[in-house]
Every structure is written in C-alpha cells, then in structure tokens.
C-alpha cells in the first residue's frame, strides 16, 4: 500500500485561518511559493493591447474606458499588490477577503458596480483531484480574474481575443465573463470523462487481478474525488442559475442566451457526477461479490481435494494396522483389488463433484 | 469476460468539443460515417407530398403555405447543408449547434416563431443501451427534425400521414409534434420492456448457475443501461411538462389533451425505470445471498467429508504403531470388532449431520 | 426453485399498444376472455331499482333524472357497448380510450360535466399481488365504473343502497363515488395486512431452515409486491388530494369531510407501506447475517474436528514408524503412556474450545 | 429464537372495520376487556372539584361554565356512552368515529367550536413499543380526553391542578391542552432513552457474545420499535407545527409560547429518531463484520493447526512404508535426526504465522 | 474492548427534567460541579473595562448606558444569579428555562428587545464529541451569553476587545454577536478536521493491522461523532439563514455582510460533515472488504498446504499398507523413485497454484 499521505479533503486548513480578524487580508492557501505575476488585456473591436507586470500600477495606465480589460492575476501571495488593485476598482473589503481566502465554496455576490463569483478550477495532481480557487469580478467595462497558480485554461480565451475569432471582441464585459466560466465548465468535461475511465479501468481490474486491498483503496480514492468534484460543480450550478436569473445592467440580453446555455452544460456535468457516484458506489459492491467468487473458487479446490484423498488414506490406513489376523492382507490380489476400489472411489467422486458443477 | 470496450455512458465526447468558440457548427458525436440524407413531407387535409434529396434547398420549391411541411433530416454531417435550412427558417446560432451537438440533455426552449425540442432516442445495440440525438423544430406549419442516424421509429407516423388515417391530416403541425413526441415514448416502453425480460432471465440465471464473474458484470451492464435510459427519460419528463403548460401560438389548445395524455405515459415510464432500478440495485444483493449459500454448502461437503474420516484415519493409525506390546493386536478378533467400532461412528457421524440438516 | 414465470411488474403490455392511433379504442390488457357485462343501480332516498344486461342500451331506458344512476361495467373487451355508453353521456375521446387501455396509473381528470378517476385494485394470485384497472365517471346524478373483470370489492356498497343503511340512499353521486372509493381503499388494507403476515412468516423461516435460494427468491417476490401496491397506492393518493381541493359542483360541501377522512386512510395505507418496504429491504440484510452465523457453525465443527484428530494422527504416524531404533517400541507401557497423552491433548483441545465459546 | 408471535406493526387491524358502513361507531382496537370508566375534573383559580363515575351524564350537572371541565375517558368499549357526551358538546358524527376507531395517525381537525386532536402514546410490553391511541377534543372551557387504556401518563397534570402548583389554574381550557400534549411528549423522551440504552446494550452484545439468530431477532426488534415511534411522533409534530400556526379563537396568544416550545421538543426528538434509526440501521452491518472476524478467526486455527500437522503427518507417513530398501531405516540416530527436522519444521511454521500476525 | 461505557447521544436526559411544571428554573444537563462565575466587559471606542464577579449585581453598575456590555456567564447551576439577571434585562420565563435547559437544539427567537439565540459548542473529550450547550441575549447595547462550563473559544473575541484589533470596538452589540458566533464556527472547522484526520488514520489502520472488532468499534463511533456534530450544526445553519432575513432594529445594514460571511462558513462546514458521513459510511464497506481478502489469503494458505500434502501422505500410506503381496515393495529403487514422484507432484502443484496466482 502506497505510503504517500492521502488528504481526505485537499483542505485548505479551512478558508479563514482560525481567530483571523474577520475583513484582514492574508492569503489562505497551500500554494504559498506561486509568485504573484499580473497579465491585462486591453481589447475592443479594433484594438488589442497585452501587457504583463508584477504591479497593477504599472497596468492602470494601459487601462482605457473605451476598452475592456481583462485583469488576470496568478498567485494570490503578494495581498498588497491586490489590495491595490481593489483599491482601484473600490472593491469591498470582505470581497477582498473572499479572493485570497482559498476554500471558499463558489458563490454569486452582487454589488452596485461589480458582480463577485468564485469558482473552483478542477485538475488532477498524482491522481488525486486538486480543486483551485479562482474568483472573479466583472464590472461595466472590465473583468478581473484571480487565479491560486498559473494555469492554462483560460489560453484558448486569451486566443480568441487575440486573433479575433468568433464574437468576443465585439462584445462587451459580460460576455468575456461568460467565456471563461464556460473554459472553467469545459475543463470540468476533461475532468468527468478522466473519471469514466478510471471507473472502466478499475472495473475491468475486479476481475482481472487477485482481491487486494489496493482496489479497495482505489475505490476509496474515487469515492473521494467524486466528492470533491461534486464539491466544485453543484454550488456552481446554483451560481449560473442565478447568473441567469438576475437582473443587473452589467448583464447584456443577448448574453442571457449564452448563460442559459451555459446552465445546460452544468446541469448535465451534475447528472454525470450522480451517474457516475453510483457506478464507483456500486464498484465496492461488485468488489465484494468478485472476492467472495474467489474464495468460494479456493473453498471449492480444497473440499475436492480433502474429499477425495481424505477417504482414500483411510482406506490405506486400515491395511495399514498391525493386528495379527487381518484376512484380506494374506489373499494375494489384494493389493490389485483395493487399488481397484481407490481408483472407483476416486472416479465416482471425480463424477459427484462434475455433476455439482465444481469442476 | 468479454473483452470489449465497455463504455460508461457512451458519451459522445461531451457536447461540444474542448475549447470550441461557441456558436460555431460542428458535429460532435460518433457517427460521423452517416451520410446526410433529406426527406420532405408535406400534407394538409386533402394534399400528401413526398420528397427525398440530398439538400433542402431543392425542397424549398415543394414548401408550400397552406400545407404542413415535415423536414427530417438524418445524419449532421452535411453542416453546410443543415446551416442553409437554419437560414431558411431564420434558427438562432445557439440551435443551430445545439441541433448538431449530439450530447445535449432533452430540453426545450421557446422562441418568437417556434420551439425548439431535444430529445434522445434509445435502443439496443449488442446488448448496450445506445442513445441518439433528435431535434425538433416546431413552426407555425411546419416541423423539422434532426436525427443522427435514418431511425425507423417515425415510419408509422409517416404512413399515418401518408395514408390518411387517425386526425393526423387533419391538425396542425403541433400535432404532428405530439404524434413524433408520441411515437419516440412509445419507443421507451420498448425499451424497458426488454429491460424488464433481462432482469428476469438475470433472477433466473443467478439461481442456476455456478457463481460467476460474468454475472457480476452483467448486473452492472443492468445499472449502466438503467442510468443511460433514465438519463434521457427525465429530462424529457420536465420537457413535457413544461410543453402542457407552455403559452403560445403554436399550440392549439386542442391538441393539449394530447400533450397531457403525453405526461401521463411518460410519468409512467419514468416509476417503471426507478422500479427496475430498486430491482437490479437489489440483484447484488439476492448475488450475494446465493454465492454464500453455495458457499455454504461446498464447506458442509469438507466439514461432513473430514469429520468423518478424520477421527476414522486416527484409529487405524493407532494400530499401524509398531509398539512392541499392544494388547489388542493379538486377538484374532480385533479386526472385526474396529470394523465394528468404525462403522458405529461412521453411523453416529451421518446421524449427527442429518439431525443439524446439513445432509 | 420454481419454474413458474414471473413477470416482473406484471405490465399490461404498455398501456397503449406500439403504433395504435391516439384516440382509438382498443382492450389493452390481459383478460380478455372476461365477458362483458353491465349492472345498473338506480336509486333514491325513497326509491331502488337494479337490473342486468349485455347491452347499455337496453339500461337507458331505467334511468330517471331524479334518481342517481350507477352504471357497473365489468369487462372491457365489448368496445362497442361501452362507445355506446360513452356517446350517451357525451365522454372526451381521450377519456374512453384512457377507460380501456388498463396500464394506466390512478388518476384524476375534471371534464366540464364530469371527474374522471382511474385507481386500481389489488388482489393476491398465485401469490403474486395483481393489479385490476378501475375508472370512475362522476357525473350530476350517475357514476359509471368500469371494471376489467367480475370484481365483489363493490358488493357490500351495492348492498348498503339496497338495504338503505347509512347515509348513502339520502346523498348524492358524488357520496356514491366516495364510498365507492372506500371500499377500493379499504381493500388495500386487506392486501397489506396479508403482506405483513408474510413479513413475519419469512422472518421466522430465516431462523428455523437451511439458508436456501427459494428464501432469496421469496425476498425478492415480497419486493416485487411492495413495489406493486406502491405504484397502486401512491398516485391514487394524490388523486384523492386533489379531490379534496378541487372545486367543482359535482362534489358537495358535506362530501368534503368524508373525502378527507379517506385521505386520512391512504396517507396511512402509505405510510405502512414505506414500513413494510424498509422491513423486506431489511430482510435480505438479516438473512446473510444467518446465512453467515449458519457458515460460522459449520467451520467451527470442522475446525474443532480438524484441530484434535490431526495432531493425534500425526503422533500415531510416529510410531507407526519402521525405523529400527525407537526406543519408546520396546518399552512395555508405552502404548498406554501413549493413550494417555492422547487423551490429555484431547481433554486439553477440548477445554481451549470451550473457552473460546466455540463449544 | 422466542417462539412469541411478533406482530410487526401490532396493527389494530385497520382502523376501520372493513366494509364498515362509514359513520357509524363501533370501537376497533384490541383492548376490548378495559372497562370504560369517567374521570373529570372541574377547576377554575379559585375552585377544584373530582369526579368519577362510569356515566357522562352523572357528571354533567357539575358542569360549571365559569370552570373549565376536563373529562377523561379510559376504556373506548362503551360506545353509547361516548356518544351521549358527544351530543352533548355537539360532536360531529366523523369525529365521534375517529375517536373509537384507535388506527388513527396523529392529526388535527378545526371545527366550529372545537379543536380535535389525535395523538398516540407510547410505552413498552413484553420488550416491543406499544401505541396507544389517544384523542382529545379542545372547547372553549372544556378538555376531553379518550384513551384506550387507563394509562398514568396524565397524572402529574392532574397532580398540578389538585395541588394548584404552576400556572395551570390561572389559565384556560388551552393551556391544559398544551400541558396534556406536554405530558404525552414527555413521556417520548422517555421511550427514546429507553431505546438508546437498548442499542447500546446490543452494541456491547455484539462483541463478547459468539453470534447468534438472537442477535439478528433483536436488530430487527429494534428496527420494528424505531419504525413505530417514528410513525406516532413524526405526524405529532406537524399537528404540534400547525397548532402553532392556526388561528383559532380557542388559543390565546400567550399560549403560543408555550406551543412553539412544545414543537421544539418534539423537533427535537425527531432528530433524535432519525439518529438512533441511522445507529439501528448500522448494528446490522457492524454485526456483520463481527460474524466476519470471528469466522476469520475460526479459519485461523484451522489454518494453523492443519498447515502445521499435515506436513509432518506425511513425513511420519514415509517412514511407515514399508519398503525392503529404505536406507534411513537401518541407521541408528534416523529417528533422533527425524525428530529434530520435525521440530524445526513445526518452529518455523508458527514463526511464519507470528509474521503473518496470525498468531 | 473498552469497557467504559459509551453514551450514544451523551443526552442531558431530555432537556426538561420529566414532568417538571413548565416555566419553572431548573438548571438540567451534566455539568453540575461548574461554579457559576461571571464576567463582564464594557466597551466603546475609547473606553474599555472588564469585571470578574459571582453575583450580577455588583456588575449592574458598571453598566453604562454608552458602552457595550457583554455579560458572560459560565456555569449555570447557580440559578438564583442567572434570575437575577433575568429581571434586570426583563428577560420572558420562557427564554430563562431555555437558557439553564442544557439539551436544547439550536434556534433563534425574536422578542420585542433582544433577540434569543441557542448554539452548541463542540469538543473532544476521551476520543467522543462532547456537546457544550451556549446561548446567547443580543439587546440594543448589550450581550449576555450563557456556557455551562468555562471555555475557551472566546478568548480571541476578549483579546481583539482588550487591544481594540480589527472593527470590533467601534461598532455596536450586533457586531459583537457575530464576533461571537465567528468563534463558535471557526471552532466547528477544527473539530471536524480532527474528525478528517482520524479518518484518515482509521482508512491506514484498516489496511495494516488484521481485523479485530475495536475497527468496527471505532468506525461506529466515528458515526456516532458525526451525528452529534450534524446535530449541532445544522440548526446552526437555519439559524444563521433566519439571522441574515431577520428585519430588526438590533442588526444594522452593515453587519449583514458579515452575517452572510457567516453563513457561507458554515454551509461549507455542512457540506463538509455531509462529505465525512459519506466517508465513514463508506469505511465499513472497506473493512468489510478487507476482512473478506483476507480471509481469502488464510484459505489460500489452508488450501495450498491440504491440497499439497494430502495426496502425498496418502501415497505414503498405500505403501505402509501391509499386504503380502505388494511387488513394488520387493524392487530396490522403488523407495528413490518414489520420492521422484513426490516432488514432481509437489511442484506440479506449485505451479498449478502459480498459474492461479494464489502465490
């Protein structure tokens, strides 16, 4: 059995660090070595403009009302950085608070100026699921994207923007918000289809190998990633349902087509997770029967084995004794008719065990 | 086993391809080999017209106003072709890839002009349930449908149409929706009819046979096909539902006793399949049961076996010792009486086992 | 193991049959060699005539404004007669149709002049609960039912109108409906009180036989029934709490609190049905607990057996030994030195298993 | 196993007689031996009076309308007697039924003038919980009580008006309804802590007793017991949870406070229901286990014993050939050696076993 | 096994003492050794004092009517202070009872000038969750809060009060009562990481020591754990969700936040527990699959050694028979090829158990 230490939740000690001030700033995370480092996109119909810094400051210039820009900031470590950031944009404390405190469960807050989401970006680490805390803020003009660690699922966004390919570009704020949930939601499909195989693999792993507790713990390993999943998708599918559901400037009509469309691929993503939660239950119960085929398979070798010679060494045994008169020990075919008798006792078993289809 | 590849929910992919820009049309789906085909009804009262091509544009020409005009389209290959159609009748983006991605949960969604249905067709494929995409488009008079491969389970409803009979040809398209809706569920009660016969034979099997690995995989092919049927049966439930209570032009109110007659049989497939989810769930179970009740009685076939002969063994191998001086060995009888001696616990033993209903 | 069929939820085919018509009439069920036939009561406070015939026309004649008119038909397979019935009291197509085809679940429809009820009824065959399929027409002053074959759960309300006990010649149809429900509700009394009784009786056989499959196969059966009634009793429940809201002139005032008194029994009859359930799902838990108590007994017997005659034997092999110096052989008290070790052992194995509780 | 007739829901037949005519009284229940006997109680601030009899109508005339009268009755057999005190308030005829018909589930009814409510109470006999069937009407000045047996439970209500301890005489006709009610569910916490002590009592069974049918006979007691306190308590509490809610002359406001702690308590014990059912429902898979590991054990020694002695009993074997040629034979310390091989054969078998843990 | 006893729910025997006269001060729960003591601190932006007392009235006046007082008292036998303070903050008879009745389950109540909230602390003692009952008065400038014995958990709240750190000096009681319900769910999140971390260790043990029934012990008192904590928690989380809708003038605008801050909190604590119930379900399924593997490996070994030696031993014996005529017995080298067909059944059946990888 593996030795590595299995984290039951991959918990982040729990959001707020225990008799923490509520409303201080302090990054809450295990990913305290990810350098904070700040990438803006600055693009409308016509124009795009990348710039990337270690300080928002140096970004707020590029910053134009007639553009929307993109924030995506990697690395929660460096909070004054952020808390600049917040100040700028004059974000609410608590809203700070909720972006560098990892383990916060996806929501939807609503503001005056700004809409507030946190989601959790899903990949797999050693085998384990690892969840990763992205939050974000989309205003009149501009999206802010807060990442844990550098990761790459927003690439085919920034693409798009780039190259100016389907409709982004001539788009406003909100529908670069609904482009990258959908990468996030997309990313969960590669995460849900990994689950499907490892369910299949495992299946065919049951019946294949000799019972070990490494399936047992394997199966447990799922059971607890599909936790996790869960974890990460259904308060999500709340947040895009309300995303769906409210009614802000900073939401366009036609982009409502685009999230309802959205709410279709989280629902089904939701069905999938159930789906497959019974599957990897139901795999603990098919363990169960394969070993107790086994060792019914193991029971049945032995009882044939102990049936057949048991009675014969009896057999022998008796010509075995010493008493002075044995009758048959002088007869000389004895030894040939006994042999005689095993060999039918033998078969006649071999038959019985047939016919009960043991063998 | 069988060595084929199981696949856990036949997923074609998921929905839409990674990193898709939305509102582009691809195929998603795994029957790329079909080759898209064209088939036009239009009919009204008195008029009946038939139309086979290979694009829609030649059958624009047939479209006529007073008459109800049925396009059915097999195969999403042709993408081009399907676009023109979409323009044709002025479709949103979103339908349009929604019709061509074939992951899509039933659904349906109402617009200025027409409705737009999701449903997913069943059927058996080497033992496997298989699920295949349909779209519908519901017009003031006309309905289009979308099906990924040329299904049969619309022909009795064409020769209805064709031949006159029941009020198909004398309704509006809403109608024709019901009778296609109609005959899709009526498909279903195939389908877990034969669910129902599967689960019988795997009752009976399970007590006739030796235990087995194949029967374990067969009762979880049981489950996968069960959550695949339920996974296209409930949504389409909502669909519906919602259907009888939607307000629009497009259904006449006539015609909503027969959608309600709709929810009825639907409702009823849906308590079967979560019946014959509690019985195959319980299968497992009744598995379990009898692999320990053959367990059972191969351990009383070795406890009775060397219990017996056991103790019998022992005795003559207490006269095989060489002990210089054992008094029984020289009576001439001795031989007999153990025979005796034997015998009476070879009786005493069946009886004991008899008594405890072992035997 | 029995070789009888079973059917798994005894389904009528699939209430309608694949491809009919909607809104044709055919017998969709399994009795079809039940004679139709037709059983008019005519009655009021002071007046009571009953009569019996094939045809409804023949009874059109008795009926009278001023009485309350109650049609029984049993039998569904003379489609005429009943089109006959149901054009003379003008019933919606969908209705008739609903009226034969006997797959449908409980049910209640308001029409304009009448309330359509469908229910079921339950009745033990072969030790199998079957379901009979019973619709209702209440209108102003008649009530039509329709039964598919020669049921008596009617009888002791036929014989209430006839004697003028209780209350029932002094009210309404819609009293005449009521009471007819109760009797079809208290009938579900009788089938659950049976399946309670068969709960206990499995319950004591799991103790007092040989663990076997017909007691899986029993188990599995109760299911199956439980399952049966459930799908009986749960719709109907809420077709009488819909009866208790509905607002309709057809039911009086005063009818009210006898309806809620009805509801009152059915959320009990469900209730104890979801007892029963939880009960049997119990009973295949406590059966391998004394499958494997029963297994327990078996090894311990064996292993008792094994563990005091197989040391024993082993020293009797010693000294059955040929080699030419043993020095216990010639000594003249070995053998019974010998006998008295083997008996010490034997005694001291004994005591071990004593202790340990396996004796 | 106890050979006493389990009743699995001591089911009082269902609560209506069948094909009982609806509305008429007759008593169902099975305590047809207790004698009906009268008790009331006639008390205002200043004034206390008892009263027993075996007839209402002696007790009328000390009916005082500026008192508020309690009447309870013991013992429903006497059913013209009931009925007289239900003319007298004007009880209607379906209440008059539900009072004598003991199956009832908790519920409330509003009338005109009264209050009706039907609640069970709990206690043990013979091990198994016992329900019995309390109903108590609510006036303006006055409390009836019927109940089936004469039970305590009442008392120290009783002991509170006579002694004039608490609020209870300064309040009206409602607050004597709340202290009965409080009374009853008092007596719940007690059957609750009962049921608490006895699955712990089981849980300590389980593991220093050898298994046994008994243990499973009392899991399912257990379960039996649980199932028919959930079905008293969990319909209380919505007649607890709607008697907080309804508007009704009959309860003063400061009366609410009082009813909204009653709803906590029996929240409360539903909880606690819903937790010792979980705890129930995991005693059979813990005594599972235990089966499990004692078997294991049992398998052990044989094990053991079997892989030890069975070797040497084959080398004992070959020594006791009798082959003219065996070399080992003629040399003088052969048995000496063989003694030896022997004794680090069975050393290095137990050592192994230590390794494996097994010993 | 432990034999000390095991309290299910560690059940203050039921809130209220049985029959005790409702409205009456009784202080119940376990804690009865705890002295009452009684601390108060005053505070406002400027000023700050704190007060070590035994009776509430030499505290009443350093109560100022411009500073917050929060009263704390630990302890609650002493019920004739507790009264005191009672009177002076004109506290209902009812909110007093609840406040000194110890098993109460969490909840909220409004009163015209203080708002009543009751909430569980949670902590180990000896390996089991121990339930510590607190409430909670929240009036316009005052706290009082109630704990049975002196803990802990707000100490941090003390300190940040004494320093004037973070927001809580300069705003009003409200703030303060989040403050308090902070500590009291920052405390939940280290309970039930304890309980992720003795799952964790329970999953290791289960797989490297053999199976004993102090596995099973300890799995089902993690349930039960789990169980108090759910017990405690989720009535926490209605009274949270009831604290963020309240409309009172005792909550300003701007804690809000806060409160839904708080919220968030412990909706994740209860998804977590939910996610942790899962897991100590699923360990019994483990354990109970790894009893099974192992019990396989012990009949493997039997099986390897029956099978082995059986038919070895009793080749042996046919040639110890003594029969006159046995020819093999005469021939030289029969003893040597003897052996050489032992040891190639002997390995025959190596390999055979090899190619069944039972080795």
Known sequence: MAKRKRHLLRRPKHSKSLNQIPG??????NKESVETSLDVIDYNQEQYERFQSKSPQDAFKFVDEDRITWFNIDGLNNVEEIEKLGEYYELHPLVMEDIVNTGQRPKIEEYQDYLFIVAQMLYY????IENEHISMIVGKNYVLTFQEANGDVFD????????????IRSRSADYLMFALLDAIIDNYFLVI??????????????????????????????KRNILRIRRAVFPLREVIGRLEKIESDLIEEKTNNYIRDLYDHIVQISENIEIYREMIWGLMDMYMTTISNKMNEVMKVLTIMA????????????????????PELQWKYSYFVLWGVMIIIFIGMLYYFKRKKWL
């Not at 299946?203 to 394997?218: A, G, K, M, V």
């Open 307 to 326: 049936s057949i010679f048991i009675p014969l060494t009896f057999i022998a045994g008796i010509y075995g004794m010493n008493f002075e008169y044995i």
């Open 24 to 29: 201080t700033l302090t990054y809450v995370g």
């Open 193 to 222: 289809d990994d689950m499907s195989d490892r369910i299949e693999a495992l299946e065919e792993t049951l019946f294949t190998t000799q019972p070990s507790d490494d399936i047992t713990l394997e199966i447990q390993e799922l």
């Open 125 to 128: 680490k050693d085998g384990e």
């Open 156 to 167: 085919p966004v920034r693409e798009r923007i780039e190259t100016g390919k389907g409709r």
